[in-house]
């Protein structure tokens, strides 16, 4: 905001340009073979988890409102995704994202369900009635038939193999920057406004003409969305899936890469995604740990920067550049004309 | 028709009466005043009026239709616009994204829209720009536009509420002690603006104020509430007169 049109164009250009090279350069290192299969696969999950942070950041930074069974959607796009692919008989380069959409479609289905109730109230009935559903959806995908129940559901076919080690990065990493790019675009309409709004005064925001439980609703059900396209690409790029994955503490894991990176700051989401993501995943052997690792994090970032690391800015590197120049214009300016 | 009717109406707050079959009318254009000591019911009646609360009993209606029942964001699109007497600006959003929230409801492009930059929503946004801009003219606030409106210094807070009213069209604004908080002069700016606007914007208004004098200069009519009973209506001078009046502001 109150930038130029001048320079918002160019910091488009730069963004734009800057995520087509790291793309490509990624890209040529996994067809190379310089990042082997098992870090493709970590970045596919980085990919996943940024998808996974910045729809929760959606719902809990950008609106306001708590949500603790994010994993329980992950879980319902997952499932419905692996068993169609298994089960429809057509190629999986057709299946595939077939069964995203699906699976994507069918946890919105179950936000509609769980949010129509919760959002129609005031307050913080949904991060209870979400806590419930993420607990509820695994226990009985544990019983169902069709889900395999505690057994893991496993054959799940991936696009990727030797010879073409790349697909579901490609897929994982286009489904990324495509979510993000509409989150932005959303997030400066006058829709993204209005949710704002909503967060910052409900009841301001309704006495000005904003239909709260819409937008709410709206906002809600396009999260557990995309976290079934999320868990879809999940259950592809491991092969198996069981119930304990999308447990609680899968749910307060993408919670925490909202909050460390900033409520309501996209970027912000993205860069604690990626690199909690790759810590935890280079620390493997110590997985025990993984969640007192991500407390500690948490209270250390609590402690020196209560509102996460971005707060609610959001950073580009033309912003980060057009910052270091105003830093060094500024040092040679005397110090009594340098007031704000 | 009057702009603004209400007949008997009241609200029970848990064995409350906290208002008791209040009758008011508000015409096109005018300003009026509803006064009464603290607890009186006035606030109530703004709640009421914009659909925060739902009557116990009455009739309120805007242009001769029945608004009871209908939620805020509906009273405020078909012309009904609030401040609040303890302000509620949207904090962390700039000083013109609060203007432009109360714009949303007359501005037309869709969420898909939205998300991939079609060409209907920059023209949109660049015509409600400008239009915030000039709203704020009116307190002489538009370089303000782009601060956050958490930093603006408390009157200008206020002010700004008054202009996110406006900026959704109201026939009918409703202002919550507006002064409250504010020194000698900036009041009498503020009712002098105020004046102003309901000539350039054509618009009535109800207006709650502590501060008699002032009240009895701006309003052209009065309702005194006490207990959540009418004591008095009329114009400033019947009201200064008034018995019950004098008595229930000495009695507090
Ligand atoms: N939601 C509520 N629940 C219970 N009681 C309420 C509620 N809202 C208002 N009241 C009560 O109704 C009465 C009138 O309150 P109201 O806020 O309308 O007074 P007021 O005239 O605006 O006073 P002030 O000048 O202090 O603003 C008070 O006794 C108040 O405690
Ligand atoms: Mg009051």
Redesign the interface.
Known sequence: ??GTKKSIGVSYIINTTLVVLLFFVLLIFINTGVIGRYNTQVLTLVCINIILAVSLNLVTGVLGQLVLGHAGFMLVGAYASALFTKNIGLPLSISFPISLLLGGLLAALFGVVIGIPALRLRGDYLAIITLGFGEIIRVVSYNLEITNGAKALSGIKSLSNRQNPSPMFIYAFLIAVFIIV?LF??GR??????V??IR??E??????????IYYKL?VFVFAAFIAGVAGGIFAHNYGTIDPAKFDFNRSVEILIMVVLGGMGSITGSIISAGSLTILSEKLRDFSQYRMILYSVILIIVMLFRPSGLLG?YEISVPKILRYIKKRSSNKKVPPEAREE | MHLLETKDLGIVFGGLQALNELHMVIDDGEIVGLIGPNGAGKTTVFNLL?G?YVPSGGAIRLEGNSIIGK???QI??IGI??T?QNI???????VA?NI??????N?K?K?LT????LPG?WR??RE?DKKARELLRIFDMEDTA?QMAANLPYGQQRKLEIL??LA?KPKLLLLDEPAAGMNPTETRDLMETIRDIRGRFNVAILLIEHDMSLVMNVCERLYVLDYGTLIAEGSPDKIRKNEKVIAAYLGC
Not at chain 1, 189 to 194: D, F, N, V
Request: hydrophobic letters at 40%; charged letters at 25%; proline letters at 2%.
């Open positions: 905001m109150g509409i675009t959303f309409s006058r829709h993204g406004r209005a704002i709004s910052e005064d009841i301001a925001s309704e006495s000005m003409g904003i239909n709260t709206f609610r | 914009t925060v939620k805020p964001y405020n699109r616009a609030r609040f509620r600006l949207f904090k962390n959003m700039t994204d432009k929230v109360a714009m949303n409801q501005m492009y969420i939205a998300m991939f930059r929503c949109q946004e409600v782009d996110r009213a959704s």
